[in-house]
């Protein structure tokens, strides 16, 4: 049976030709407006409410919009992006260290490994300078110099320092920004909020995207709700691994059922894996602890130089320590970018060198740092991230090194959009990690949280214009045929996850279903794995659907209907995931096939054969998926093997 059937190729037909330093200008200069009196008749639907959704929701209610946003959180800011630790990416050169809006478009197109588009990436970079005026215009507490300046410090995959920061407490007080610019229009009428109500279906009439069907998580009453537009903001898929460091309830479900009517799903295999987690400690976790990336600013990365050495830190000398990184990678040392990071700690452990339970570990050590800056220089920067760690092991890491080691991020893949940030189904809009469009197959660290915010203040608020400029669209009944279809499939899904009544837990095929992907489409992919996993996939889920056990009703709060219906979907994507890695045999950032790597064991790939993006049409559970390729053509930053040495 075929895995996968080839269709036409996809073009962003949106993105303007020309000098890239002018292309957004000229885009948005290009695009039609929307007056002031006509935006009061168009309506608008967001999902989601962290930085990318939250920014967007505040922002088009602003310009005067009506705006529903939708969370299934019991707050727009219990969004995962407060999660979000070390910083936020800006080419304001601040440092005078040599950096630029063009040197951040070069380090993002170069950490992303050649796959992602010139075009986008140039804007982000543009637009960055002045996501920073915004939050602190709103009051973000960004940390400064004893002078009263913004400070800055790197982050991997660059030599300047351009990161802003807020302690370790970045995405948090970035996302009380947005928070605080969508409660203002929420009290002024032009956002209407629906908190803990979760996106169970798309709907789809005549062609374009008209509203959504969703679930009360607190009564369990199904509702329906149109627009003129939808804008996803829904996040990534890391959760598909069961352990990661995405929060618990992360999940695919609103991009998934796009997906299913007719959204192309771009890039599924490119999965972050962050080097700087916390070890797994036991099977009792539902998830990881990712420790910020910018501890490697002062952190020293080692482990013993003897393959078997269990001696307690302290007492390995200094001869008899591996600081690996800073061996291979002279020129980037410690910041070399996460997908390289995570495979040399892998590699190490794989030699037997690895420290603390089972050997999966590795050392982040800042005994230097501290003799070098104090222990309070040291607490100032980082004591919040060393307190939390000393929570969670019960070690203190100003005198025992961190243990770390590699755990699943951030999904660089997700619904395919055009320069404008739609997506294929017109009237579908897609924003933040919800998309695959800025990152190609490794994001560069402190780049999450600029582009959410790049995407939701600045570029979705011109985009939207050009497709609203045409509206209002006809009116939507609830007796619509695409309508009832929609809300009879969703109860239909609900009845059937609630009648199976079978003897597995969903948590039960969730941790299985990540065992499996961990294990063939994680951190290094084969042929042999990605096709066994496939097959394991199918049969578990074949399983789930005659043994899972959903015990409530539909009709009252029920987190174990929540969760099925994610996994579910977890299933489906799973199995595309494995597709799209096993299809692309070139291995690039953090799509790693060992059958493709140079003879010191990088990344190799293969830009005559692969120089494109990946994106999958969905045609049937157990349906072999269509690939449309969109190629990348390159102007600017030429592909080349990629070195940080």
């Known amino acids: 049976m075929n895995l996968w059937t080839e269709g036409d190729p996809v073009a962003d037909t949106a993105a303007p030709d020309g000098p890239i330093e002018t292309r957004w200008e000229r885009r948005q200069f290009g695009a039609k407006l929307v007056n002031p009196a006509n935006r009061r008749k168009l309506t608008i639907i967001v999902v989601g409410t962290g930085l990318a959704g939250g920014s967007a929701a505040a922002t088009l209610a602003e310009a005067g919009y009506r705006v529903r946003s939708y969370c299934y959180q019991d707050s727009p800011r219990r969004a995962h992006s407060i999660a979000a630790q070390g910083g936020i990416n800006a080419a304001k050169n601040y440092r005078n260290d040599g950096d630029s809006v063009y040197r951040l478009f070069y380090d993002t197109v170069k950490g992303g490994d050649f796959r992602a588009r010139e075009s986008n990436v140039y804007r982000l970079a543009q637009v960055s300078v002045n996501i920073i005026d915004q939050c602190v215009a709103q009051g973000v507490p960004f940390a400064r110099e004893y002078g009263g300046l913004l400070d800055n410090r790197s982050f991997g995959g660059t030599q300047v320092s351009r990161t802003f920061y807020a302690r370790g407490q970045t995405g948090q007080q970035l996302l009380l920004g947005a928070y605080q610019a969508l409660e203002r229009q929420i009290a002024a009428g032009n956002v209407e909020m629906h908190a803990r109500h979760e996106m169970l279906e798309l709907i789809v009439v005549d062609g374009r995207a008209r509203g959504i069907v969703v679930r009360d998580l607190v009564t369990g009453e199904i509702t329906t709700d149109f627009a003129d537009a939808v804008v996803l903001a829904s996040g990534g898929y890391g959760n598909v691994f069961f352990l990661s460091t995405n929060a618990k309830g992360c999940n695919v479900t609103a991009s998934w059922r796009a997906h299913r009517q007719g959204a192309l799903f771009a890039n599924p295999c490119y999965t972050q894996i962050h080097p700087t987690c916390i070890p797994e400690s036991g099977t009792h976790q539902s998830k990881l602890t990712l420790m910020s990336e910018s501890l490697r600013n002062d952190g020293r990365v080692w482990v013993p130089v003897q393959a078997g050495d269990h001696r307690a830190p302290a007492d390995i000398p200094e001869a008899e320590r591996d600081y690996y990184l800073e061996r291979i990678y002279p020129s980037f040392g410690n910041l070399v970018p996460r997908d390289i990071a995570s495979r040399a700690a892998k590699n190490v452990c794989d030699e037997g060198r690895g420290v603390g339970p089972g050997g999966l570990g590795v050392y982040l050590d800042f005994a230097d740092a501290i003799a070098r800056l104090g222990r309070s220089a040291v607490e100032a920067k980082y004591g919040n991230l060393f307190e939390m760690y000393e929570r969670i092991t019960g070690e203190d890491p100003y005198v025992t090194p961190m243990r770390i080691y590699p755990a699943v991020h951030y999904t ?234």
């Open 412 to 645: 660089m893949g997700g619904l395919w959009v055009d320069y404008d940030l739609q997506s294929n189904l017109p009237g579908l809009f897609v924003v933040g990690e919800a998309n695959f469009s800025d990152h190609g197959a490794n994001r560069l660290g402190a780049s999450a949280l600029m582009q959410g915010l790049a995407d939701g203040y600045f570029v979705l608020p011109n985009t939207i214009n050009d497709y609203l400029a045409a509206g209002p669209f006809p009116a939507v009944s609830s007796s619509d045929e695409a309508v009832v279809a929609a809300r009879a499939a969703v109860e239909n899904r609900i009845t059937s996850l609630l009648s199976v009544n079978g003897d597995r837990t969903v948590d039960s095929f969730h941790r299985e279903l990540g065992h499996i992907m961990w294990e063939y489409c994680g951190m290094e992919r084969t042929e042999e794995g990605l096709r066994k996993a496939i097959s394991l996939v199918r049969s578990l889920r074949e399983e789930f659907w005659t043994r899972v056990k959903v015990p409530g009703t539909g009709e009252q709060l029920n987190q174990n209907l929540e969760r099925a219906g994610r996994v579910a979907d977890f299933f489906e994507l799973a199995e595309l995931m494995c597709v799209d890695a096993l299809h692309r045999a070139e291995s690039c950032g953090g799509h790693f096939r060992a059958e493709s790597q140079t003879p010191d064991g990088e990344a190799l790939r293969h830009d005559d054969q692969f120089s494109y993006v990946a994106a999958w049409e969905f045609t049937g559970t157990g349906e072999p998926p269509v690939l449309h390729r969109e190629t990348l053509d390159f102007q600017y930053v030429h592909p080349s093997q990629r070195s940080y040495k």
